[in-house]
């Protein structure tokens, strides 16, 4: 089995190199709308890997394994991780919007804020969230955790497949040759090697 912890952090790896392409982009959003299928794109990956199928993972089973183990449900770094979803959810919805009205004024300040949000938000997970479930996860929770992950995949597949969401993450990163991460670190949960 692969670890799904691992799974989880390059998933956060990929949102870590679209996040720099796009701030990249912000600087050079006087081009002019010649970029706008690259912020749709960006807009879409946002919200269907970020907020959808990445979120879901955390929330619906992580957080749900930890609170099992004695991690706090409210309050505490868990609490702290939704209080900051509820809000990366309320900017990138603010984003859709003026990319959908073409308002290339407004796009740069939603995402700074945004990315801000975002990085600070793994960053917290990685260092407050990842490291007890490491040890406070038994092999059992592991292993309900990596089919909860791949069930999740699938659900999500359904809306679009990953190999979609990962193939737009490239795209964006290529756009400003963002390295980070190689495309063959990204695997879905769930598959048995
Ligand atoms: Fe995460």
Known sequence: MDDP???????????RGVFGALDFETTHLEQGPSQY????????????FVTERHRRKEEEVLFLLLVQRGLRDRGGPIGIVRAERADANDLI????????????????????ECT?????????????????ARQLLEPVDLSRLQRGCARIDREA?????????????????????VREPTEDKIRPHGNPQ
């Open 37 to 48: 299928p690259f912020w749709d794109d960006a807009v879409l990956f946002l919200r269907e």
């Open 116 to 132: 801000a949000l975002l990085r600070g938000h793994l960053q917290r997970e990685e260092s407050f969230l990842f490291p007890p």
């Open 93 to 112: 919805q603010a984003l859709g919007a003026v990319v959908d009205e073409r308002r290339p004024d407004a796009i740069g300040p939603i995402w700074r």
């Open 5 to 15: 912890i691992d799974a989880l952090l390059e998933e956060h790896a990929l949102q």
């Open 157 to 177: 597949d359904r809306l679009h497949p990953r190999s979609e969401l990962v193939e737009i993450a490239s795209r964006i990163r290529s756009r400003w040759r």
